[in-house]
């Protein structure tokens, strides 16, 4: 695919980078003294047989760089894929904040967004069960503002002391170093069970959220309630929201899993190939707002990072929207040395005392400085600010920048006092001044106990179809736990959800759900503490529901960039692939030739088709939908093997849609006698025996549903 097109995107950040860019195109290999090589194939030996001699520093200098490439990975979101883009402010927003990228419309501010899963290696697959990361560097001229969130707008745990036992417990056992990237295990169900404040998020990481599509349809949360604040100082509470304009979309855990195997770089792939192919990734960056005289006036804590604010309650305003137009040049440069840290702020915007924000603004520039290795990553070219940085820091391992004159300290008068402080009208960042007045305690507040409502609330909003795949996502989880008692603490947690769920999940496990009378359902309680203190009643049976909370609500917003396979191989009707190739073209879907071999494809008419795959390099699992043109040859063919069946079969159980013209059909028909008997009658699977003037059009609208889920049985 060519790079052209995403190479003449650019904004004041990827200008900046241009100093660091090196292209070898059309230059001598040189060491990295600029010393140029005459021979980089061979050692410098005593003898064309050796030895080799201690003398050959280019032997040694390329051993010894490669020697040390690799820098520790990230403790947590190790895996990622990052992306330039752009962001712009609908209106001015003054009432709002002050934060200049904010007030206006007409600057488009430089943005570098990775996307992440937490618990995998660097090297794990994509389609983990997991949350996803949503950081986004926004370059401003006011300096880097960082929104760090989560694709899940709550999190596992209310107070950052906890973070090393929830992540210890999730990544795999330090004895045998299994499993990879999977939460499908002993130690982090044992210490979720034994957490109840958990429940929320746990709802939300066993729900088709934790599968994505792609990144480009998951919504993003900045999770903790920030602040807002205006020139005038006002201060307003506010939780950060992005809406995919693609919408939010899922794949079914079957598929992920098979998905894993097939394209482990299932979602990376998709985003690089989205934005080299011009169909740029799209959200609109929304905040609730609370103002500060609201605070307390929800049933749950504004502080706790387990709670989120229903969109019935406070709905969201939208500021802007971001755009994702250009690939990384360098992985390494770029998306793997990419500091973010929740406390890169600009004026306007400032921290609430979430105890996990306040947790996490400790622990970001620290993580930096062992993974990147010194204090002074802010000056690798990615982390670089585009806004200017004068200060009195210097020194350090790799320090770049040459610092002139004779200070480096303030106050000073060698200099004249520079750098300057600024006022805040002159753009200087004054905290906001919340008055504070209480003990220093080490406690939990009251007001963080109840960890079981908006559980319920999430259970249900859900539609029967999410609320079967969350039964089915524990059933799984909670049946590769091997020690039976977590299993039975767990149904205990999930009946204090709803009872409905906990006996679905208990027939799964071969187990009645156990009885709560007695048991201390909280073992997050400090020594000396009453346990009274710390337990939770059940969910009120008053907890009502949330739209927002299902992907099954949000309108369906066409097939662009959904992959749509064709199954052919040589003898294929023209007519028939013609048309639907030019239909699925029209609405921007990406189509794939897959067929028995790779290499050219020849149609009945005689022209010649490039094969996009063969059906041993790809899977239906790698698509959205699939269409079988007619032919009579091209139908025979796939009808011997084996890998074609499988693939209709494959994407009629993950609920895909199907369509089939002419002699096409038999391919479908073949895949029914073989196992699927009800795919011809089911919903989404569009047949018909003539040239289906007409089936390219309900294919698409079809493929627009994203998924049939009347074809799966629904346990609730
Ligand atoms: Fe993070 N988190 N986190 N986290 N987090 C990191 O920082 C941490 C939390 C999030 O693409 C680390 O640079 C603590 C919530 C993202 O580079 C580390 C706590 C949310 C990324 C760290 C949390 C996040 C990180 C590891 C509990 C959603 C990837 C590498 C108090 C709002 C950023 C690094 C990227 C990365 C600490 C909880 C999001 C160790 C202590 C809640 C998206 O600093």
Redesign the pocket.
């Known amino acids: 695919m060519s790079t052209e097109q995403n190479k003449t995107n650019t904004n004041a950040k990827l200008d900046e980078l241009d100093m660091n860019r090196e292209d070898s195109s059309g230059q001598f290999l040189t060491t990295n003294q600029g010393l140029r090589v005459n021979d980089d194939q061979n050692s410098l030996k005593a003898g064309p047989r050796g030895a080799t001699l201690l003398e050959d520093f280019i032997l040694r200098e390329k051993i010894t760089h490669f020697d040390h490439e690799r820098i520790p990975e990230?403790?947590?979101?190790a895996r990622?894929a990052?992306a330039h883009g752009y962001f712009q402010a609908y209106e001015p927003q003054p009432e709002l904040t002050k934060a200049k990228f904010l007030l206006d419309p007409s600057v488009q501010t430089p943005v570098f967004v990775?996307f992440?899963t937490v618990a995998g290696s660097r090297g794990s697959t994509d389609l983990a069960r997991d949350v996803r990361?949503?950081?986004v560097k926004f370059y401003t001229e006011e300096g880097n503002f960082d929104l760090?969130?989560?694709n899940i707008p709550v999190?596992f745990?209310q107070d950052?002391i906890k973070?090393p036992d929830l992540i210890h417990a999730v990544k795999p056992e330090p004895n045998n170093e299994i499993p990879q990237a999977a939460s499908a295990h002993d130690t982090f169900w044992d210490f979720i069970s034994l957490t109840p404040e958990s429940m929320h998020m746990v709802m939300w990481v066993m729900s088709d959220r934790a599968i994505p599509r792609s990144y480009r349809m998951m919504e993003g949360?900045?999770?903790?309630t920030f602040r807002l604040i205006n020139a005038n100082g006002k201060s307003r509470f506010v939780k950060f929201h992005w809406k995919p304009l693609l919408g939010v979309h899922s794949v079914v855990w079957d598929e992920a899993q098979l998905i894993s195997g097939r394209d482990p770089d299932f979602h990376r792939r998709d985003l690089w190939d989205a934005i080299e192919g011009g169909a740029y990734p799209e959200w609109e960056l929304g905040v609730q707002v609370v103002e500060e005289e609201d605070e307390h006036k929800f049933d749950f804590d504004l502080l706790d990072?387990t709670k989120l604010i229903p969109e019935e309650l406070v709905p969201i305003v939208r500021l802007g929207k971001m755009t994702l137009n250009r690939n990384p040049d360098n992985y390494f440069a770029e998306t793997e040395q990419?500091?973010?840290?929740l406390g890169h702020v600009v004026p306007g915007i400032d921290f609430s005392n979430d105890p996990?924000?306040q947790?996490?603004l400790f622990?970001?520039t620290?993580?930096?400085l062992k993974?990147l290795g010194g204090p002074n990553f802010h000056e690798i070219p990615i982390n670089r600010p585009i806004a200017p940085v004068h200060n009195g820091q210097r020194d350090g391992h790799m320090r770049q920048t040459i610092n002139v004159g004779r200070t480096s300290y303030g106050p000073n008068a060698i200099n004249g006092d520079s750098p300057a402080q600024a006022t805040e009208a002159e753009g200087g960042f004054v905290s906001h001044a919340e008055r504070i007045d209480a003990n220093k305690v080490r406690a939990r507040s009251k007001s963080f106990m109840d960890h079981y409502n908006q559980a319920k609330l999430f259970w249900n909003s859900q539609s029967p179809t999410e609320k079967t795949h969350i039964v089915k996502a524990l059933r799984f989880e909670l049946g590769k736990v091997v020690v039976e008692d977590i299993r039975k603490r767990m149904l205990i947690h999930l009946s204090q959800i709803d009872t409905t769920l906990a006996t679905l999940v208990g027939e799964g496990l071969g187990l009645e759900v156990p009885s709560a009378e007695g048991v201390q359902l909280n073992k997050s309680v400090p020594a000396d503490a009453n346990p009274a203190d710390y337990q939770s009643e059940p969910a009120k049976s008053t907890v009502g529901s949330s739209a927002a909370l299902s992907m099954a609500h949000p309108p369906k917003k066409g097939i662009k960039t959904r992959q749509v396979a064709i199954l052919a191989a040589d003898g294929v009707d023209a007519t028939q692939l013609k048309s639907m190739m030019n239909a699925l073209s029209a609405e921007k879907a990406i189509i794939g030739i897959v067929a028995p071999r790779v290499g050219m494809l020849k149609t009945s008419g005689g022209e010649t088709i490039k094969i996009d795959a063969s059906l041993q390099t790809t899977a239906s699992v790698l698509f959205d939908a699939v269409y079988v043109p007619g032919g009579q040859s091209s139908v025979k063919s796939l009808l011997q093997e084996p890998d074609a069946i499988r693939f209709i079969h494959e994407a009629f159980m993950h609920c895909k849609a199907l369509a089939a013209t002419g002699e096409g059909a038999d391919l479908l028909q073949a895949a029914a006698n073989g196992g699927a008997e009800s795919l011809l009658s089911s919903e989404g699977v569009i047949t018909s025996s003539d040239t289906g003037s007409e089936v390219p059009q309900k294919f698409i609208d079809a493929i627009e549903q994203h998924r049939f889920w009347s074809r799966e049985k629904k346990l609730v």
């Not at 990230?74 to 979101?77: D, E, L, Y």
């Not at 949360?221 to 903790?224: I, K, L």
């Open positions: 990230r403790i947590v979101h990622g990052a990775r992440s990361g949503f950081a760090v969130g989560n999190f745990i950052a973070f949360f900045g999770v903790h990072s990419v500091a973010f840290h996990l924000l947790g996490r622990s970001y620290d993580t930096q993974r």
